[in-house]
T-cell receptor
């Protein structure tokens, strides 16, 4: 199993550009998540999904959109990039509800720089 | 007040030493607790879950103190490979949603 994969690894965007961060998992997990990690800060949840066709906002959803058309894929869309979106983005998945001590598996991350 | 607070460190310890650090959480309704490990420029990986009675995994021991709302991690006989940032992760139920709160991490550096 590849686990959770993310592409690209690194990207530089200009202000106002858009892009999609790709995330895929091959563990047949129902739950998927997008986080951002800023220096000196804990991971912040952007969006999550509890299954195909179902998504919901996390703590910091503004400026982002997601879709979940299949169990495997959970892309994150940035429509109008802003410098405040410079961060490391992690996608994660879990088999079940994390409130039951369920492990989250993280992808390797995408480093985004907005100039 | 942050939902999860950790001493950022760094804790610099020699090989073979014992190092311990805590994490405090603000939501008394939190039900699930974890320690994740994150190496430099890598993704977080689960180190261990933390159970009410405390639990041990090899050289790592985790404790939970619900009354004082903190969890701890103790590393015995430190190895160079233990150098990493340790993230405290707490689940708290808010309304009908669940949410994981991540601490900013405690950095441990083990020196030869």
């Amino acid at each position: 199993n590849a686990g959770v994969t993310q592409t690209p690894k690194f990207r530089i965007l200009k202000i106002g550009q858009s892009m999609t961060l790709q995330c895929a998992q091959d563990m047949n997990h129902n739950y998927m998540y997008w986080y951002r990690q800023d220096p000196g800060m804990g991971l912040k949840l952007i969006y999550y999904s509890v299954g195909a066709g179902i998504t919901d906002k996390g703590e910091v959803p503004n400026g982002y959109n997601v879709s979940r058309s299949t169990t495997e894929d959970f892309p994150l869309r940035l429509e109008l990039a802003a410098p405040s979106q410079t961060s490391v983005y992690f996608c994660a998945s879990s088999y079940a509800d994390i409130s039951y001590q369920e492990t989250q598996y993280f992808g390797p991350g995408t480093r985004l720089l907005v100039l | 007040r942050k939902e999860v607070e950790q001493d950022p460190g760094p804790f610099n310890v020699p090989e073979g030493a014992t190092v311990a650090f805590n994490c405090t959480y603000s939501n008394s309704a939190s039900q699930s607790f974890f320690w994740y490990r994150q190496d430099c420029r890598k993704e977080p990986k689960l180190l261990m879950s933390v159970y009410s009675s405390g639990n041990e995994d090899g050289r790592f021991t985790a404790q939970l103190n619900r009354a004082s709302q903190y969890i701890s991690l103790l590393i015995r006989d430190s190895k160079l490979s233990d150098s990493a940032t340790y993230l405290c992760v707490v689940n708290g139920v808010t309304g009908n949603d669940y949410k994981l709160s991540f601490g900013a991490g405690t950095t441990v550096t083990v020196r030869a």
